[in-house]
C-alpha cells in the first residue's frame, strides 16, 4: 500500500519504477524529439505511420521505401545515412516517386509494431526496404547511394507490378532481373534455371540477365576466394575485365564496388593505364563527388597519372 503521504507524481513516479524509470523515459523522448527534428525529416515527405504508408502507396500505385532507425541508443550508422543519403537533393527526389515511411525505434512504451523492422527482414537499423502496397518486402536497394537507391525503384515497381501476373516474355525477363537485383533469387543456378524456362529470348535480354547475374557471380566468388592481397584481387580483376569486355556490368553496390576496384588493381599490376581506367572510372560512377571518398579517388587519379606517364 502506497502512504496518503505519497503525492499523485510520486506516485506514477513509483508505479513506473521510480525516478530512473521515469528520467530514462523522458530522456528516450527527447531523443525522439531530436530525432523528428532533423533535416532529413523536413526535407522529404515522410510519414511515420505504417498503415498510412500503405494506404496512400494503394491509392496512389506507388511502392513503399522503408527506412528503419533509432533514437533509444546512438547510431553512428544511422546518423550517417540520415546526414547524407536521406539528405541528397537526388534522394529527395526519388521520395517524389514512392511513399517514404520512417520507423523509428524510440524504447518508448506507445510504440507501435516494434517487430516490424524483423517482420521485413532488418535485423538492426539502419535497414532499408522497398515494400509493396500490402507491406510485402519487395528488397533492399541496390546500394546506399542516392544513385543506387533510385536505380532500383524500377526493379521494385516491376517485381510489385508482375509478380505471379508476368505473362509476356519481356515481363518474364523483367521480373526475373529484378528478382535477381532485389535478392529473391540469390544463387547463379536458381537464377540460370528461370532463365532457361523463357522460351525466345533476344540478345539484349540475355545481357539485361546475364548482367544481373554477374552480381551473384562476383559475391560468390568473392565468398570463395577470400581476397587477402593486391596479387589476389588482381587476378579476380582480369576475370572482372573479361566479363567487362562482354558488356556486363553489376548494379549492386557491393559487387560493383569490388569489380570496378579490383579491375583497377589488375590495370595496376599489369601496368595498363586503359584497364586502370576503366576501373577507376567505375568507381568514380558510384563514389564521384562524394566527401567521404575524395581522397581515396584522387589517389587513385594520380595513379592512373603516373601511369599513363610510364612512371
Avoid at 503525492?7 to 531530436?34: D, Y
Avoid at 525505434?105 to 527482414?121: D, M, Y
Avoid at 516491376?158 to 533469387?185: F, I, P
Avoid at 569489380?259 to 563514389?287: C, Q, T
Wanted: proline share 4%; with cysteine.
Amino acid at each position: 500500500m502506497v502512504s496518503r503521504g505519497l503525492g499523485w507524481g510520486l506516485l506514477l513516479l513509483v508505479a513506473a519504477g521510480g525516478p530512473a524509470a521515469a528520467q530514462s523515459e523522458a530522456r528516450k523522448r527527447r531523443n525522439l524529439e531530436r530525432k523528428l527534428a532533423m533535416d532529413w525529416v523536413t526535407l522529404a515527405e515522410w510519414t511515420f505511420d505504417y498503415e498510412e504508408a500503405l494506404s496512400v502507396a494503394a491509392e496512389e500505385g506507388k511502392v513503399v521505401f522503408a527506412y528503419f532507425t533509432r533514437s533509444d541508443r546512438p547510431s553512428a550508422y544511422c546518423l550517417k545515412y540520415e546526414q547524407e543519403l536521406l539528405t541528397d537533393p537526388d534522394f529527395v527526389a526519388f521520395g517524389d516517386k514512392v511513399v517514404l515511411f520512417a520507423h523509428v525505434q524510440s524504447g518508448l512504451p506507445e510504440q507501435k509494431h516494434t517487430e516490424l523492422l524483423q517482420e521485413k527482414g532488418g535485423s538492426e537499423p539502419p535497414y532499408m526496404v522497398f515494400l509493396d502496397a500490402q507491406g510485402k518486402v519487395l528488397g533492399p536497394p541496390l546500394g546506399d547511394t542516392p544513385e543506387a537507391v533510385a536505380a532500383s525503384l524500377p526493379h521494385a515497381e516491376a517485381l510489385a507490378r508482375l509478380e505471379g501476373k508476368a505473362k509476356s516474355r519481356a515481363e518474364k525477363v523483367a521480373l526475373l532481373v529484378a528478382e535477381v537485383l532485389l535478392g529473391r533469387v540469390r544463387t547463379v543456378a536458381e537464377a540460370e534455371r528461370r532463365r532457361r524456362a523463357i522460351a525466345g529470348r533476344t540478345h539484349d535480354e540475355d545481357l539485361a540477365i546475364d548482367s544481373a547475374i554477374l552480381n551473384l557471380r562476383i559475391l560468390s566468388l568473392l565468398r570463395e576466394k577470400r581476397v587477402q592481397n593486391e596479387a589476389e584481387a588482381a587476378a579476380l580483376g582480369e576475370r572482372f575485365y573479361a566479363w567487362y569486355r562482354k558488356g556486363l556490368r553489376p548494379a549492386r553496390q557491393r559487387a560493383a564496388v569490388a569489380f570496378w576496384n579490383m579491375i583497377r588493381l589488375h590495370g595496376k599490376l599489369a601496368s595498363d593505364p586503359e584497364i586502370y581506367a576503366v576501373g577507376y572510372e567505375g568507381m568514380k560512377s558510384w563514389y564521384g563527388g562524394r566527401p567521404r571518398t575524395a581522397a581515396a579517388l584522387r589517389q587513385m587519379a594520380e595513379e592512373l597519372e603516373a601511369l599513363r606517364q610510364g612512371r
